[in-house]
């Protein structure tokens, strides 16, 4: 085996400055415990430049007794640019607060997956999803996390909540289409894998807007292809449907362009709402009417993160975070 | 402060089994290198069930003097179903070589970057992208990273390169385009931050297949908006273009569009051609001739880092991992 390049350690960096290690740990992790004068601070960081020397996060960590490190599991599907949007601000406001962000890979689900997260050591975790239950909060409390924050439909015990219900979404179309005189509504639920964490609860946002009324809803199985779409399209008018909540803009589009070909036109036979305001439903010939999802700042939610981390025995906090808007264009 | 649970150690975890604490780390570290009884690893797992005792990577990487963590970068910009895909193969393939994959956030370009990945003391850094420079490779090595793979259109001195050279799209939309009879082609630019990684190459790989014969290539720098797109096509006639690559599938929808609202005819007039093979492309009219991009096995690429980082002084190997093929509809 060839010669790998020798580790600089804080040893190296305190021998070549002239101080003590205790002293580049205080200059590099810059602690105002103990005031260290401003030519030793400047040896002391010329020298680790010199060196290449990079503090040891896990030799900082077991010192601490935990990390500055914000842990989020990364969600199973491809993310909207919204939820990317809404990422990089809580990403890049967790790091102006000092903490270091890092995103786990999927590794199963649940209480396995908690383990995994837990061997980080991370001071927090942010779980996007609904895989993490009570008893993986607690493997991941008693690993020292401070906070476990959930993304989800519901909350967790022992976690804080940030609560992203679809049902508001289900609740917007459906409202929508209700007052523009539709009263057979097919609600679209895509097979494809993940997706069923979104679809169900705003079907059930859809039922629950109609509940009471003369209103029917027709849940609507559908993979992403063109022949499912077809195959669908030609079913709707036996089913006796005047409109259909698409589950969002891509499945809308989906979905048009198999009624277009099957010969229905939208909306006057049947009324197309979308979901996520993406650019290509302005796009569709009719424009497509959309739920436009709002997510708060990330920079509020970092800073539920960090008090979260200065008070770990406060009291789990719930807040809902996602709410929706209908955006009505010509397809409804 | 409200007590926290306290975490139990493997020292705890030591005594409830009634071994020391060198046989818990053999048991829950698996190591072959040491024979314990059957007995006695069901007593050590079944006390650390009981305790819900969880390793310490920290720990284990001071005491290895490394970690099994693969860091992957988060990437800058929203990634499409296909890099989607593939990420996810590669980090399941890693996970069955029992690497754990973390991704980490954003933390600024080159070598800031790779100061902050360095401090996790990863085994092997892979990043994608191309703000990871030599002197950040050095960095990474020089805190114990064996392998450094970069995921990007050039090499990096000191790294592995699994070359992902977007000229190579644009190639393929261009000789495609030449062949159809058209002379004068533009090459949309989005102006979205982050895109001109993959969108200049690929108006490189035009000039290319274009050089030495009678056509011309004309740079179309573009906004994601429809006021952009519309203004454009107004200029397009102008222009004398007879043909479009439109960056991707999605700028191609949007620039369709508009070339109808300006009364422009697809193909006659103008031919268009995407990339990246979405469904979105099938469902337009006339259908969209696309380039699809051909990514490696996940699997192949999780066996090159193990193979680095078990041969961490072998010569950096160079591999080109993008293929694309031209998919002909009714666009161009």
Redesign the interface.
């Known amino acids: 085996?060839?010669?790998?390049?020798?580790?600089?350690t804080s040893a190296d960096v305190a021998r070549l400055a002239g101080v003590s290690r205790a002293t580049v740990s205080y200059v590099l992790n810059d602690t105002d415990a103990v005031r260290i004068s401003e030519p030793t601070r400047r040896r002391v960081h010329a020298a680790a430049r010199e060196l290449?020397y990079?503090?040891?996060?896990?030799?900082r960590?077991?010192r601490a007794g935990h990390?500055r490190m914000v842990l989020?599991p990364?969600p199973a599907v491809?993310?909207?640019?919204l939820y990317?949007r809404f990422l990089?601000e809580l990403?890049?406001a967790?790091?102006r607060l000092d903490y270091?962000?890092?995103?786990?890979?999927?590794?199963g689900q649940g209480d396995e997956a908690a383990?995994?997260w837990?061997?980080?050591?991370p001071v927090a975790v942010l779980a996007p999803g609904s895989g993490l239950g009570p008893h993986g909060v607690?493997?991941l409390?008693?690993?020292?996390a401070?906070a476990v924050v959930t993304l989800g439909p519901a909350r967790v015990e022992g976690a804080h909540a940030l609560l992203m219900d679809h049902t508001v979404v289900g609740h917007r179309a459906a409202a929508h289409l209700y007052d523009r005189g539709r009263r057979c509504i097919g609600v679209l639920l895509p097979e494809e894998p993940g997706l069923e964490f979104f679809s169900h609860p705003r079907l059930t946002g859809v039922r629950r807007a109609l509940n009471g009324t003369d209103a029917t809803v027709t849940g609507l199985p559908l993979a992403?292809t063109?022949r499912a779409a077809s195959e669908l399209a030609a079913r709707l008018p036996e089913l006796g449907l005047d409109a259909v909540f698409a589950y969002n803009d891509?499945y809308a589009?989906?979905l048009m362009?198999a009624l277009e070909d099957a010969g229905l036109r939208v909306p006057e036979d049947i009324a197309v709402v979308g979901a996520d305001d993406l650019?290509?439903g302005?796009?569709l010939r009719p424009r497509l009417s959309t739920v436009r999802l709002e997510l708060p700042s990330g920079r509020a939610l970092a800073e539920l993160v960090d008090h979260a981390v200065r008070?770990?025995?406060?009291e789990p906090e719930v807040r809902t975070v996602l709410d929706a808007t209908l955006i009505h264009r010509a397809s409804s």
Chains 1, 2 share one sequence.
Do not use: D, F, W
């Not at 270091?100 to 590794?107: F, K, L, S």
């Open positions: 085996m060839v010669q790998i390049p020798n580790t600089p290449g990079v503090p040891h996060a896990a030799a960590t077991l990390s989020m990364a491809p993310v909207g640019p990317h990089g990403q890049a967790l790091g270091t962000v890092v995103q786990h890979g999927a590794v383990r995994a837990a061997e980080l050591r607690a493997v409390k008693r690993a020292g401070r992403y063109e891509e589009m989906l362009r650019m290509l302005r796009l008070h770990p025995g406060a």
